[in-house]
Each structure stands twice: as structure tokens, then as C-alpha cells.
């Protein structure tokens, strides 16, 4: 398996503020590049993509974005739900 140069189409930007495995982008160690690729496998060398960091920093800073996330997710769903309460309860009378 060597790479083709087809992965060069989906190489990513390096984006600013987060990290890269955090916002979906995956690392090919045998096209050595960060692509955005939603498979498992790389499009160019068929080789198995990274989606989460080897080095145990940068997995515990993915693990406290993760949570950070999740915790933000679920505050904007209560806040939804007691949103619509305050509409149903005003359009009754």
C-alpha cells in the first residue's frame, strides 16, 4: 500500500481553536496528511484512518472538549424544552 496521491483532494486546513480530531478531520500514516474524510479507510492508499490523537496530552485536552460539548448540548435542549413550556402555557387562555 502506497499512496496514490488521490488523498491531496481532501487534505485539510489546520483550524483555528480547536483541535483537529475534534472537528472530524483524520490523519493517514501512510500519506502522512490530515484529511476531511467521513470513511474509515483512506480514499487514496486504503490504509486505516487516525480519529483520535496517540499522544495522552492531546487525548485528554479531545476528551475535555468532548465533555464540554455534550454538557452544552444538553443546556441548549432543556433550555428548548422550557422555551416551548412558556409558549404552550401563553398560547392556552
Avoid: H
Wanted: charged share 30%; aromatic share 8%.
Amino acid at each position: 500500500m502506497t499512496c496514490k496521491g488521490i488523498c491531496v483532494r481532501y487534505k485539510a486546513q489546520k483550524p483555528v481553536g480547536t483541535g483537529r480530531y475534534a472537528s472530524g478531520q483524520r490523519r493517514c500514516q501512510i500519506c502522512e496528511i490530515f484529511i476531511k474524510w467521513e470513511g474509515l479507510w483512506c480514499p487514496c492508499c486504503g490504509y486505516r484512518l487516525r480519529t483520535k490523537p496517540r499522544n495522552l496530552k492531546y487525548k485528554a485536552k479531545l476528551r475535555a472538549r468532548v465533555e464540554a460539548d455534550s454538557i452544552e448540548a444538553k443546556a441548549n435542549a432543556e433550555n428548548q424544552q422550557e422555551v416551548e413550556e412558556v409558549i404552550v402555557v401563553k398560547a392556552k387562555p
